[in-house]
Each structure stands twice: as structure tokens, then as C-alpha cells.
């Protein structure tokens, strides 16, 4: 009776735990990014991605602009980070947003891209970026606020931590290992009791 009340709790918790990693792309739950100043700029704000369908509606709000009516190119960049960006060793454009339209130093847009948030926070590096404003036509300016794209945190608030999240081969490691733990005390108590 123990070792099946026991081995019914384990597939709980392993369910739920798997249930738990898998939850917040699934549900279509927002995922909030929180974009930081690149170059000095005091540009800050989030950026908030939303399942849409097959896609990723991706809404920025911004502020710290400093010239209104200025539009700001906007673009999810792929192979590295927000780091390596304000470094000079920025990634490669992987999906153009709406640009940024400047007014009172804010600023906000909402763009659908091809792709979901399992396929962001799964491969990459990916980051997004909003740019200075653009000077030269040829070339595209510095970023003034940058937020890389991790895995959603563990507590599964939604919240996107910028450092990354739980792995859920980490998760899954844990569930194992208390399967285990349990399976032993089991056979343990089942062994005394024998005894």
C-alpha cells in the first residue's frame, strides 16, 4: 500500500514538474523583457512578447527618447547577446519590428514575427534592439536599450530574468533524482517492515 501511495505521489510531481516547465508557452501567456540602456543613452523600457497564432506579437515600450517625432529601427538579432552587441560584436538581423516612433520621450510599437517564443528562448543567442536614430541610410546606428531573450524563469510568473532561467533538463534532473530518493525510501520502509 506504501509503495503505491509513494509511486502515485512521484508521477504527480514528476507531472507537475513537467507540466510546470512546458507551462508558459503553452498557456500563451505573455513573457516580459526588460530593455536597458546600450551606449549611455538612458533609453529603458520592456519589451512584452505575446503568443499570436503561429507567431510572436512583440510590443516595446520605451522611454528616455530624446527627440520626438524621430523613429527608432527596432529588430530581434540572432548569435548573440546584449552584451556582445555593446561591445561592437553584435548578432545579425533574424526579424525587423516596427520602428519606434518617438513622442515625449517615449515610445512604443507592436509587431507579429515569424516565429514563437519556444523557438527564441530554445536556440539562439537572440536579443532585441532599438537603435539610435538613423543618420546614414547605408548603415544601421548603435543601440540605445537592449534585452536579451532567455528562457522564462522558473517560478513561471512570466517574468523573463535577464541572466536566463531554470534549465528544463535541470527540472527534469531534479524530478529524477527525487524519484529516485523516493523509490529508495520506499524500499527501505518495505525492507523493515519485512524485517
Known sequence: MLRKTLLGASLALMVALLTGTAGAHETGESQTLQLTPSQDSGVSGTATLTPEGDGLEVHLDLTGLPKDGVEHLAHIHEGATCADDRAGNGGGVAFPLENVLAKGGEG?????VDTTLEELSS??????????????????????????????????????????????????MVAGAVLVALGATAGFIARRRAA
Open 108 to 112: 512604443g510599437n507592436a509587431s507579429t
Open 123 to 172: 536556440g539562439g543567442p537572440y536579443y532585441i534592439n532599438v537603435h539610435a536614430e538613423q543618420t546614414d541610410p547605408d548603415a544601421v546606428p548603435p543601440g540605445v536599450a537592449c534585452a536579451d531573450i532567455a528562457m522564462t524563469s522558473a517560478d513561471g510568473s512570466g517574468s523573463v530574468p535577464e541572466t536566463g532561467g531554470t534549465s528544463p533538463l535541470a527540472l527534469l
